[in-house]
């Protein structure tokens, strides 16, 4: 089975991604330049979701359900929560694994959630099996670190499982499905989902609640984009991550990444503002944040004023009087670096024997979350580095390396940091690793010898560069753990640097933890999510995908589907009309290898065409000639090629046709025998012709270097411009640039009488005064002048920027007295024409931000719509009245 097929499809209507256009991003977040972040306002309900409950669960045979539950501050849910408050908060997660067993029940329920304002979410041991240790700690975590399937590690293979990859969605959804019980969008509840076992969680959110407030943080690393493009359900975690309204990341590099791959995947954009990255998604904004979390100084401070750590303390001094500890405290997984650790450490003593009997490596593992083949192979690895260095190097009442592997209390934990006078880190990859912070903390406000006296206190660590809080933590000294000599210098650095140059690295740290701590952490992201929200009230959304590919769309209020009720009613009442048509991405898919009309969309034409009520135009970019050539079958159809530059249509003489007529007479026109058509002459909007345009020679030249430089890119020259095209370039390195290119364009043509300006994937020069929005309104004028009164019906249909400017000029016809148009919008254009807005129908293709007042979701579509407009129903047949039988 297919893994796209594992979500139930949604039941709001499905569209297919238009891959023609990454929309111009619309500034909803409106700041000024000196904002700060508030804190939460008017203390919202917060809903703090994560795998793990902060519960303690100690069986009780007195205790309700047979455990004594109490709440924990050692689980992230809970201290990220502190920052939250005084609003209330509501805590979703699977219950601790001494009472997994218990049956799902309201009085459960009813028991948590009044005592402890948590949730639980039940999974079946088969399912968290599969969902935690199998998808996540086999797969998902691999790859977020770097490891692809070929790298040789001892593991049980990190290869895509169809199986685990459904318990992972099934145990999403049954996260989502807890939130939701208790979710209140319209009462300004915030919902803040922690870590890549939820990855899915805004995704479902977002489908049944398309209102509700939601930040995802991710604790771990985001890979780059080449590392991430191999995990095979890599689209459908983006726009999961997509359908959060706040993403938040520990480091830039992580945002970076994140973004870098929404770019190469997805085709966005990202743009920043005021020192805010944002990324539109289908007309929303989902911003980006880099906020590394900080530590819990409460917590801390509880756990160094226990007698608990004093006592411990005052052992761990005595035990190692007269030597230096340094203190390491990780996990037992493969990415860790013990192992580069202990080396290093051998190295160490190796090569600076005056360190042989006065230093000492306290090497702390945490009790391993699941067992495996990787687990034991650390475990293994470090007991014989352990065994070969305190063989070499110790002696009777010394070991140089002290391995500790059990479950310890954080009043223990603290007394180790405290005594320690270096901290050494060296994972070769980790999303933050707060262990120096807490070591950091520990050592200036908890009990330790050399503060005695008013002595300052002092601490310095030794840190891998490979981890999240290498960054904010300036005054270390940052090492590549895979360079043993180097990182053996370190340690020695470290251990021998003055007491001056130790408290100022010291007092760097602590002044920074104090004033980022997770409480600030809380109350910056909870801030930030609520102004990515300030919109929700008002948005208008439309659903559309399904499974992990559903994302929510905001639109005006006035935009809707183009439906035939719509549009047939107004066609058939007009007794004249204009059609206007965009070609890529409106009649042929953009990107299409072979860029000629399909037979059923020149059938369809041709079928408009032959009404002489109808005058039908394609308004495209594309050169003349290719236009020309592709729609020769179409007699009577209109073109505007290069943007309007062109025209073909065919004006009228008395020798032209035998008309009779009183509008021929009096106009020298009549709509009846006026054809645009491919016989026509071609019609230009400009003075000077094309080969006549000197800039195109300058434009040339650059763009020249630029196609050069940018492998995959090419230069289109057209008889009135030039395009350089990036769609087949890398798209980070197009993208940057294209922005160059368009710089440089306009400092050279600055004299020329040409506009330079940026679209879908190109980069163009066109003369001044030429545009979609010109054309049209060029159309639709000359159809007045020579027939007396405009259009009675115009359809406006296209998908990218540049037919904006023409749903532009269409909402201008359709102006009040005042000027504006009757959705409240404007324009530049200049036509005095107006028409009722009922009988203007201007139609963007794909549901995305535009000026247009109704879309449809593909070509298909489009060419669907026009066939409905060509070929009239058959009227339904009279059904003869049935004799009523009674038995």
């Not at 669960?57 to 109490?70: H, K, L, V, Y």
């Not at 002489?612 to 970019?621: D, E, L, T």
């Amino acid at each position: 089975m297919s893994h796209h097929g594992l979500f139930a499809p949604c039941s709001q209507e499905e569209e297919r991604a238009n891959p023609s256009l990454t929309p111009p991003p619309p500034m909803p977040i409106a700041l000024s330049s000196d904002e700060i972040p508030p804190a939460p306002e008017n203390n919202p309900r917060s809903i703090v979701v994560s795998h793990k409950l902060p519960l303690k669960a100690i069986p009780d045979e007195g205790s309700p359900f047979g455990f004594a539950f109490s709440l924990t501050g050692e689980e992230h849910a809970m201290q990220l929560s502190h920052g939250l408050r005084p609003g209330p908060v509501l805590f979703v997660g699977t219950l601790p694994p001494e009472a997994a067993s218990l049956e799902p029940s309201d009085e459960l329920d009813d028991y948590l959630l009044d005592n402890y304002s948590c949730i639980p979410v039940f999974l079946t041991a088969a399912v968290h099996e599969e969902f935690y240790v199998g998808f996540c700690k086999r797969y998902l975590w691999p790859r977020l670190h770097y490891l692809l399937p070929h790298t040789p590690v001892a593991m049980r293979g990190i290869h895509f499982d169809t199986d685990m990859y459904r318990s992972y969605v099934l145990a999403n959804k049954s996260f989502a499905d807890r939130v939701i019980e208790v979710l209140s969008p319209d009462d300004g509840d915030l919902v803040f989902v922690h870590d890549y076992h939820l990855w899915l969680v805004p995704s479902h959110l977002r489908r049944w609640c398309p209102r509700s407030c939601v930040a995802f943080f991710l604790h771990s690393p985001f890979p780059s984009a080449e590392v991430f493009r191999s995990i095979t359900v890599r689209d459908e975690l983006l726009r999961a991550l997509l359908n959060a309204d706040l993403v938040g990341f520990h480091t830039y590099d992580y945002a970076r990444h994140f973004l870098s791959a929404c770019s190469r995947l997805l085709g966005l954009a990202n743009s920043s503002r005021y020192g805010r990255i944002s990324v539109n998604y289908h007309g929303r904004t989902v911003l980006i944040k880099v906020l590394a979390v900080g530590v819990d100084m409460g917590l801390l401070r509880s756990a160094m004023a226990s007698p608990e750590a004093a006592a411990k303390f005052r052992e761990i001094t005595e035990e190692y009087k007269g030597r230096t500890i340094m203190v390491g405290v990780d996990d037992i997984d493969i990415l860790k670096g013990v192992n580069l650790k202990l080396m290093a450490m051998e190295t160490l003593l190796d090569g600076y024997p005056e360190m042989r009997g006065k230093v000492v490596l306290i090497q702390i593992h945490n009790p391993a979350r699941y067992s495996g083949r990787d687990v034991d192979g650390v475990r293994d690895e470090t007991e014989k580095l352990q065994s070969r260095i305190n063989d070499r190097f110790g002696s009777p009442g010394y070991q140089p390396v002290v391995v500790i592997e059990r479950a310890m209390s954080m009043a223990e934990k603290v007394a180790y940091y405290a005594a320690a006078d270096c901290c050494v880190v060296s994972a070769v990859r980790d999303g933050l690793n707060r262990i120096p912070y807490f070591n950091t903390v520990c050592r200036e406000e908890g009990p330790t010898v050399n503060g005695a006296g008013g002595e300052a206190r002092t601490s310095t660590i030794v840190l891998s560069e490979f981890v999240g809080c290498s960054p904010s933590l300036s005054g270390a000294l940052r090492v590549n753990p895979w360079n043993l000599p180097a990182m053996a210098d370190a340690m020695y650095n470290a251990l021998t640097m003055d007491n001056q140059e130790k408290h100022a690295r010291h007092i760097k740290h602590y002044n920074y933890l104090t004033q980022h701590d997770v409480i600030a952490w809380a109350r910056t992201f909870a801030a930030e999510l609520q102004l990515a929200c300030k919109d929700h009230p008002t948005m208008k959304t439309i659903g559309m995908g399904i499974g992990a590919t559903y994302r929510v769309v905001a639109v005006d209020a006035a935009f809707k589907k183009l439906l035939p009720e719509l549009v047939n009613p107004a066609y058939r009442a007009a007794g004249s009309r204009l059609i206007l048509l965009d070609y890529d991405g409106t009649l042929q898919p953009a990107g299409s290898f072979d860029n000629a009309p399909r037979n059923n969309v020149i059938v369809v034409l041709n079928k408009l065409c032959s009404d002489p009520n109808n005058v039908v135009f394609i308004v495209s970019g594309r050169s003349k000639d290719e236009l020309s050539r592709w729609f020769a079958p179409c007699a009577n159809l209109g073109i505007a090629a290069e943007h309007g530059y062109f025209i073909r249509y065919r004006p009228v003489t008395s020798s032209t046709y035998a008309c009779i007529c009183v509008h021929y007479e009096r106009r020298k026109f009549c709509l009846h025998c006026t054809r645009w058509s491919r016989d026509s002459p071609w019609e230009t909007k400009g003075s000077t012709l094309a080969s006549a345009m000197e800039w195109k020679l300058a434009a040339e030249n650059v763009m020249r270097h630029y196609a050069e430089a940018t492998d995959g890119s090419y230069i289109e020259e057209k008889e009135t411009g030039m395009v350089w095209r990036y769609e087949d370039a890398d798209p980070r390195l197009a993208a940057l640039q294209a922005k160059e290119l368009l710089d440089h364009l306009a400092a050279v043509l600055t004299s020329e009488p040409v506009a330079v300006r940026s679209g879908y994937q190109i980069v163009e020069v066109i003369p001044q005064g030429v545009s979609k929005a010109i054309a049209a309104e060029s159309i639709v004028s000359a159809m007045t002048e020579r027939n007396g009164s405009a259009p009675g019906f115009i359809l406006g249909v296209g998908d990218d920027r540049s037919d904006e400017d023409m749903f532009g000029a269409l909402a201008n016809l359709c102006k009040d007295s005042k000027g504006a148009g009757k959705d409240g919008s404007s324009s530049s254009t200049t036509t005095t024409i107006s028409l009722p807005a009922a009988q203007v129908f201007a139609c963007t293709v794909g549901n995305k931000p535009s000026m247009a007042r109704y879309y449809l979701n593909d070509e298909e579509e489009v060419v669907g719509m026009l066939r409905g407009l060509a070929i009239p129903p058959p009227p339904a047949a009279s059904t003869p009245p049935q004799p009523v039988e009674f038995e």
